[in-house]
């Protein structure tokens, strides 16, 4: 039997189902790794939505739930099916470069990548998320197990996320904090203590010296991210070790006095940080900078400073020589 072959069509959302959710919480994975499973996901999102259960006041009992077997039949004996992927939904304008994808695909054919409950030996089995990846200068071709694509289209419980979320953040825990937080949509929030959500996420315990370096290098930038680019987000309150979590929508709370800025704010202020250490910059140099960064935006004034600018200037000098640097541009 020929192998099916899936191409992703042009999608707002992706479905994850609650088993893959589990699996993405636990895994450490890139972004380019999530850029992939969302096109994955967007690629198979109608053979996902024949197992989600459509609710109706009348139940007919002589409808039988469509399971995966019967669904699948044809791959009893096939195993795997193909994949093709054109590298253009993976690295829109060609930014990243091409190793990084080939590293990624690797990566995610590894024995140990995923692993999966195996009800014959009554255990678990590591099984690759992906298998025999290949690739060309316009697309990537690769193999997925059966007992993968069952965790991608188990839809009794699911979850839905943009599809170009991968796309926009600054870090990749951002879609794992995202799928973690979802489990407590329905509760408008959760209280956990500081080393229950460490032990959730799967992050050693001294990963982060303490709850502040936590919040700092985790939290905030999530929480930039989704302010920006997602429909959800969340705010925070830590007490005597833990943490309440608020869930929110975005378009109804970012803005009316929450406790942390934009993305572009947050790169800027650290930026600034940055700048007022090794530059040695005064106070009025700080507010002539930031000037600069509210008219530029953080990611074009970030580019151009990146240029040589003498590492000996300081100070007003420092100030002067990135205007010069703006003025010849």
Avoid: C
């Amino acid at each position: 039997m020929e192998s099916k072959i899936f191409t992703p069509k042009t999608r707002k959302k992706v479905l994850i189902s609650n088993d893959f959710r589990e699996v993405l919480i636990s895994q450490e994975t890139t972004i380019i790794e999530q850029r992939i499973l969302v096109v994955i996901l967007s690629a198979i999102k109608e053979e996902q939505s024949l197992f989600i259960s459509v609710k109706s006041p009348i139940k007919k009992t002589e409808e039988n739930q469509l399971s995966f077997d019967d669904y699948y039949e044809g791959w009893a004996n096939q195993g795997t099916v193909d994949f093709l992927l054109p590298l253009n939904d993976l690295n829109p304008d060609r930014r990243m470069k091409n190793e990084y994808i080939q590293s990624a695909l690797i990566n995610m054919a590894n024995i140990n990548w995923l692993r999966l409950k195996d009800e014959t030996i009554n255990g678990y089995k590591a099984v690759p998320f992906i298998i025999e990846p290949g690739w060309n200068k316009k697309n990537i071709f690769f193999k997925m197990d059966k007992a993968v694509i069952r965790h991608l289209v188990n839809m009794s419980s699911y979850f839905s996320i943009k599809k170009d979320l991968p796309y926009q953040t600054s870090t990749s825990n951002t879609l794992r904090f995202l799928l973690w937080l979802l489990k407590y949509k329905q509760q408008g929030g959760i209280i956990k203590s500081y080393s229950q959500i460490l032990k959730e996420l799967f992050i050693p315990k001294e990963y982060y010296e303490g709850h502040y370096r936590f919040e700092r290098d985790f939290l905030n930038n999530v929480k930039a991210d989704l302010d920006s680019y997602n429909e959800l987000s969340f705010n925070y309150a830590y007490n005597k070790g833990n943490y309440n979590f608020l869930i929110y929508y975005t378009k109804n709370s970012v803005g009316s006095g929450e406790m942390f800025s934009s993305l572009n704010n947050l790169q800027t202020d650290r930026a600034l940080k940055y700048l007022k250490k090794t530059r040695k910059l005064d106070e009025r140099s700080l507010s002539v900078l930031r000037k600069l960064f509210e008219v530029r935006g953080y990611k074009e004034l970030s580019i151009r400073l990146k240029r040589k600018i003498d590492p000996n200037l300081t100070g007003i000098d420092y100030v002067k020589a990135v205007f010069q640097l703006l003025e010849n541009e």
